[in-house]
């Protein structure tokens, strides 16, 4: 079975981002995205994801490379200075290249 | 006598200080808070369709104006003495103008337990004290720069969050309904309250004992604010309550509310609002010292305020 080449952009970041990157995300043209709810700590200390107004969320797109670099430079410009953030691109393959 | 409301909430605070690996499951939590929400704003609503609207009206107004007037003065001290940046005296302050839902539960059940009446409607004053207090901080911690809030963006956020739109629902379904065609669900919302309550207080305990690391990290000067303005801000609402002619458990329940510091709607609000501000700071203060320090001595304090101010 063929497969296409794509790009897996997750984004790990505070609940509170969770509306306006989900805006960020269709403005940029991806298609999709999943959204788990996560814990874990890194240099802003621990987020124990243990308060309702305090929670950490995961987003993962899986788009083309131009719209992966688009949206990581736009989501790093816009919130990385006051919000945990953690950023990174992966490669993957994909069975339907329309979907993505 | 202790309340085993309190020691719920000890349980769950020691047992998070002790490293226990208790965890309430988030739907369980969840789903507390919706029913809780409920039952508070069920109760309002019904006591509601037997006033007239108009009666209310100058104690809404009067309400608000203290709500949007409170978080000036805890502004003005974290900005002089605390010497905090704008964005986070601004943040902190409405997180103190607004209010806390399980605080004022606390209240009502330890109203409850004295067989103290209160105005049932004082739910409606839970909703619409929540919202005045954030507008005002946001608009102090972004003196400089209002433009820049997305205004529709955020009341959206505050004016559909969970809180506003169950206990707006609430009181709504009871004023609609009526308490006559209520009764089949009265009991649910009213046997089970006291319980549901012990087991939010357990999270809660859980939840304030995991802020102590980021209050320790804030120094003694937040501790001290976060104690002394809830008594403060407890006078000013037991005052305003008096003045407005409320009961003694009327009076109770507005100095619980004044001296309460909201750790859900006005955390998410000013994360989105005011970037800038430090989230521990705030609801390291709210959540892990006034939510305790009300629950456990504030409210036999409001309560001896309201008893005060009635004798007189």
Known sequence: MSTHARKLLVVITEGALERSLVKDIRVFGALGYTIHDVRGAGRHGERPGDWEADRSIEIKVICEQAVADRLAAHILQSYSEDYSLSLYLADVSVFRKDKY | ?312
């Open chain 2, 1 to 312: 006598m202790l309340d085993p409301l309190v020691l719920f909430f000890a349980l769950g605070f020691i047992a998070r200080l002790a490293k226990s690996d208790l965890r309430l499951p988030e739907s369980l939590y969840e789903a507390l808070s919706i029913y809780l929400l409920l039952a508070i704003g069920l109760k309002g609503g019904v006591e509601i369709a037997r006033q007239s609207a108009g009666n209310l009206l100058p104690e809404v107004g009067t309400i608000l104006l203290m709500g949007a007037l409170l978080p000036l003065p805890a502004f003005a001290i974290l900005r002089a003495i605390g010497k905090f940046s704008r964005a986070d005296a601004g943040s902190i302050a409405g997180h103190y103008g607004s209010v806390s839902v399980v605080t004022f539960a606390v209240g009502v059940a330890y109203l409850n337990e004295r067989k103290v009446a209160f105005e049932a409607y004082m739910p409606l004053f839970v909703a619409i004290l929540e919202i005045p207090g954030i507008v005002v901080g946001i608009l102090l911690a972004k003196s400089d720069s209002w433009r820049s809030v997305e205004w529709g963006e955020l009341l959206r956020e505050v004016l559909l969050g969970k809180s506003i739109v169950l206990l707006l629902g609430g009181l709504a379904i009871g004023w609609l309904a009526g308490a006559e065609a209520l009764k089949p669900i009265e009991p649910f919302y009213t046997t089970l309250f006291k319980g549901v309550l012990s087991l939010f207080l357990l999270e809660m305990g859980l939840v304030a004992a995991s802020r102590i690391s980021e209050v320790r990290k804030s120094g003694l000067f937040l501790v001290l604010f976060a104690t002394l303005i809830p008594l403060t801000y407890g006078v000013v609402g037991a005052l305003v309550g008096h003045w407005l002619g409320l009961s003694l458990g009327g009076v109770t329940l507005l100095a619980i509310l004044a001296a309460s510091a909201s750790y859900i709607a006005a955390p998410t609000a000013m994360r989105i609002a005011v970037p800038k501000a430090n989230p521990g700071l705030s609801i390291g203060a709210a959540l892990g010292v006034t939510f305790p320090f009300n629950i456990i001595v504030g409210v036999p304090i409001y309560f001896w305020m309201a008893e005060t101010l009635a004798r007189r």
